[in-house]
């Protein structure tokens, strides 16, 4: 069955600190899709990537970068230099090509940056 | 576009009472489905429909029904409330194809005393 684990409950750095939050994936398809959602205090579901099992290659966006490990099963999300508006709670999720349609969420990471 | 929206935002409800969570989309979305949020336990899946007058369950779909008469709507029920069903509800829609990221509306808060 496909499952997604993030260690990590809670964590909190002070501004401008570098972060990483760990999303490791378990799923016995051949084919699939990874994501990461950012729940601000606010209550929405903002999605932020989707990387497929075929593609390895690190992905940047600003402070935010993506590393994913075919052979670790992770996916891991990297904040640089954070600030206080990165704080949040991000999800980490995994679709199948083969056994399903359903997203499978992680339980979550809480985010604090503190000023 | 207004994308997936959901009504009501706040709703309290004494235990034995139903009531209908309303989703709607504009985008067209062949796929919606209904996610419950709760502390420490991530979003899990409720109910879910890949296309109108098709539905399936999630992982956790007892005390729930929905139904899909249209593309574009996608109502949750709850029979008969329990304090266990205290929870926020998230309902998301994405175009068929397990690749699309899901679109999620802005939630329903519901209390059951």
């Known amino acids: 069955a496909q499952k997604v684990t993030q260690a990590q409950t809670e964590i909190s750095v002070v501004e401008k600190e570098d972060v990483t939050l760990d999303c490791v994936y378990e799923?016995?398809?051949?084919?699939?899709?990874l994501f990461w959602y950012k729940q601000p205090p606010s209550g929405e579901l903002v999605f932020l990537i989707r990387r497929n099992s075929f593609d390895e290659q690190n992905e940047i966006s600003g402070r935010y970068s993506w590393n994913f490990q075919k052979s670790t099963s992770s996916f891991n999300f990297t904040i640089t230099a954070s600030q206080v508006v990165d704080s949040a709670v991000y999800f980490c999720a995994l679709s199948e090509m083969n056994y399903g349609q359903n997203f499978v969420f992680g339980p979550g990471t809480r985010l604090s940056v503190l000023p | 576009n207004a994308g997936v929206t959901q009504t009501p935002k706040f709703q309290v409800l004494k235990t034995g009472q139903s009531m209908t969570l309303q989703c709607a989309q504009d985008m067209n979305h062949e796929y919606m489905s209904w996610y419950r949020q709760d502390p420490g336990m991530g979003l899990r899946l409720i109910h879910y429909?890949?296309?109108?007058?098709?539905?399936d369950q999630g992982e956790v779909p007892n005390g729930y029904n929905v139904s899909r008469s249209t593309t574009e709507d996608f109502p949750l029920r709850l029979l008969s409330a329990a304090p266990s069903q205290t929870s926020v509800y998230f309902c998301?829609?994405?175009?068929?194809?397990?690749?699309?990221?899901?679109?999620f509306g802005p939630g329903t808060r519901l209390t059951v005393t």
């Open positions: 429909s890949v296309g109108a007058g098709i539905t």
């Open positions: 998301a829609s994405r175009p068929q194809g397990v690749s699309y990221e899901q679109y």
């Open positions: 799923t016995r398809d051949t084919t699939y899709y």
